[in-house]
């Protein structure tokens, strides 16, 4: 798969993506392939995050970047230069769980041990009239900044250093007072999305809308309040 997508050219679709790093244990979530690999210290972790580093080379600085922690380390692959995944993240996947496999160890889809959750990111959706005039509030109170590539006047705001949500403007014509103006868009592996929808439901919410599915389903809490399971599916 990965010299079919070294020779393909141009941007990689979505569909491209998933299917390159999925059988390592990677998945692809908005615009990033992400991998946890279960630890069972801070030292094993730091070892481990080593060893990917090294593996990784001059490439790792500008597509690279982990989140270490006692029981786990997530790795997080996206080319920086253009906030996308390109072929040479593709191979730096890889080359990763190769080293990682070498260590005894896996790149998985599940976020701890016990697979408490899957690899997930978090967006904030915000409905705006007119998005140019909010947006530099937002960037401002939160100390974002802008994605690669991405600065005009409507485009999302994320967290340059990586730790929080990111947030985007969904346009609106007019405001619609009968629901919350902020939701979250939880973005998950498309293979977790089934799992993630009947635990919200059973767990009290309900399913306002799957019209677009399986880009995106609409859920609510008992008091109407909004979020969205979202995955790549769909989009290309």
Request: aromatic residues 6%; negative net charge; charged residues 25%.
């Amino acid at each position: 798969m990965t010299e079919k997508i070294a020779d393909s050219g141009g941007k990689l679709s979505r569909q491209e993506i998933s299917e390159a790093v999925g059988d390592l244990g990677w998945r692809y979530v908005l615009g990033i392939v992400r991998a946890s690999v279960p630890v069972a210290s801070l030292a094993q972790a730091a070892d481990v995050a080593a060893r990917v580093v090294a593996v990784a080379g001059d490439d790792g600085d500008g597509s690279l970047w982990m989140d270490v922690r006692r029981d786990r380390i997530v790795l997080s692959l996206q080319s920086l230069a253009v906030g996308w995944v390109t072929p040479i993240e593709i191979e730096l996947a890889h080359r990763i769980s190769a080293a990682v496999g070498e260590s005894g160890l896996r790149t998985d889809a599940e976020i701890g041990d016990r697979g408490a959750r899957s690899i997930q990111l978090l967006e904030i959706a915000i409905d705006a009239i007119d998005i140019a005039a909010i947006r530099p509030f937002w960037k401002a109170v939160t100390g974002y900044g802008d994605e690669a590539g991405a600065s005009g006047p409507e485009d999302p705001l994320v967290d340059p250093v990586g730790q929080g949500p990111a947030i985007w403007f969904q346009q609106m014509d007019a405001p619609r007072p009968q629901r919350n103006r902020i939701h979250l868009d939880i973005s998950v592996p498309h293979d977790e999305a089934p799992h993630r929808i009947k635990a919200a439901l059973a767990a009290g919410g309900v399913l306002l809308s799957d019209a677009e599915a399986p880009s995106f389903w609409v859920l609510a809490d008992a008091e109407g309040n909004e979020a969205c399971v979202t995955t790549w599916q769909g989009r290309d």
